[in-house]
């Protein structure tokens, strides 16, 4: 049992880990500017918009450093419509006759009629740009507006849809609203109860969520696999959150049982990440490894994403234990042989180093370097760099 003061950090700490684990970058909406923000309008978000040129410095480094990262990824994927559009282009023109860019890049916060929320100029930090997001977000919360016109009696099933909407939105607790309506028996149809039971379906241990599982195959169909199951996620972490709060490892299997329910794809992966993230909050490591393991067999060896985030995971909680980080550099070699690229040698020599084999690591790197240079890499340079910075490991 944890002390109280310990709870908000351990829940925390627990998200961090899942999203690293399910994440890969921002996804970027492939169409026009129009489309993106109809798109935006449809699934009530807001549009998050990129405004580059090919030859900006800063925007390719954006590109390559910032929206990559898994961090900004979750983010920016549960929270906007993204967007980037090359303002040279046709499209690019017709969006920069709205939206005047003086500077590049410049970052657009869009809101579902169109009205700029909040405008970045210049290269941002991961950091920054969520920052940035977040603003954006809290700027657009207008769940006090219809909280009004609720208490005045509007409960007309549009107007319900989006005041559910805007408290998950805005992180407002919505479950009693929702359930409310629902035992005041409103006139809608089947599908409408269905669509508006998923929205209201935030939490995984609630009659609502269920009902979306009593309804798995029906609700899919009509919100698309996708979302179905990032909603099932959500619902599923917000419970497995509480159980860490109220340590409770009854609420966490009950999220869990749930999970391999509701899921269409991935439900042991979604499973086994998050086993990781709640035994090593608690520190029950046999547990955690345990986990660890399934991922990775689940995996397999051409999921390398999945593999180095196992072999990052052991090697940040367990850099103490060589016995454990010797399945960190398994996992990493995989990780290597599925795809011998210089940013996945440089991922496993820096796991050998955590193992302490460093010898290993130059001589892996030495033979990397030779093919390259046969291969008249772009990247030999890289090479050398990292066999020179090992060749000074191994001599210490």
Not at 274 to 279: H, K
Not at 281 to 302: D, I, P, R
Not at 356 to 361: H, I, M, P, T, Y
């Amino acid at each position: 049992m944890y002390p109280p003061m310990n709870k908000y950090v351990l829940f925390l700490g627990f998200f961090f880990l899942i999203a690293r684990a399910e994440a890969q970058g921002i996804n970027f909406f492939q169409g026009t500017w129009a489309e993106a923000l109809e798109k935006a309008k449809t699934e009530e978000k807001v549009l998050f918009v990129d405004a580059f040129a090919q030859w900006c410095g800063p925007c390719k480094a954006m590109a390559k450093n910032v929206f990559t990262r898994d961090d900004v990824g979750k983010f920016f994927n549960d929270n906007f419509i993204n967007l980037k559009l090359d303002m040279e282009t046709p499209d690019g023109r017709t969006f920069g006759d709205k939206y005047a860019v003086s500077a590049y890049p410049t970052l657009f916060f869009i809101d579902e009629k169109g009205k700029v929320i909040k405008k970045v100029v210049g290269g941002q930090k991961p950091e920054g740009l969520i920052a940035h997001g977040k603003e954006a977000l809290q700027k657009n919360d207008n769940s006090e507006d219809l909280a009004k016109l609720y208490e005045e009696g509007n409960r007309d099933y549009d107007f319900m849809v989006k005041y559910i909407k805007s408290l998950n939105h805005a992180g407002k607790p919505s479950l009693k609203i929702a359930n409310d309506y629902l035992l005041s028996k409103p006139e809608i149809t089947e599908e409408q109860n269905m669509l508006f039971v998923f929205e209201a379906a935030t939490e995984a241990d609630s009659k609502l969520f269920e009902t979306v599982l009593a309804n798995k195959s029906k609700i899919a169909k009509l919100v698309g696999e996708e979302v179905f199951n990032e909603k099932i996620k959500a619902a599923c972490k917000a419970t497995i959150g509480k159980s860490i709060e109220y340590d409770s490892p009854e609420l966490f299997q009950e999220a869990l049982q749930k999970s391999d329910k509701g899921l269409t794809a991935d439900a042991d992966k979604f499973r086994y990440a998050s086993e990781m993230g709640y035994y090593q909050t608690f520190h029950q490591k046999e547990a955690y490894l345990k986990a660890a393991e399934n991922l990775a067999k689940k995996a397999g060896k051409n999921d390398g994403k999945t593999l180095r985030f196992v072999a990052e995971d052991i090697c940040k909680n367990y850099k103490d234990d060589p016995k454990v980080i010797k399945k960190a550099v398994g996992y990493a070699s995989e990780v290597y042989k599925g795809s011998d690229t210089y940013d996945n040698l440089a991922f496993y020599c820096k796991t050998l180093l955590e193992a302490g084999d460093a010898e290993k690591a130059f001589n892996i790197a030495e033979e990397a370097l030779e093919k390259a240079r046969k291969n008249n890499s772009q990247e030999v340079m890289q090479f050398e760099g990292l066999v020179n910075y090992l060749k000074t490991k191994k001599e210490e």
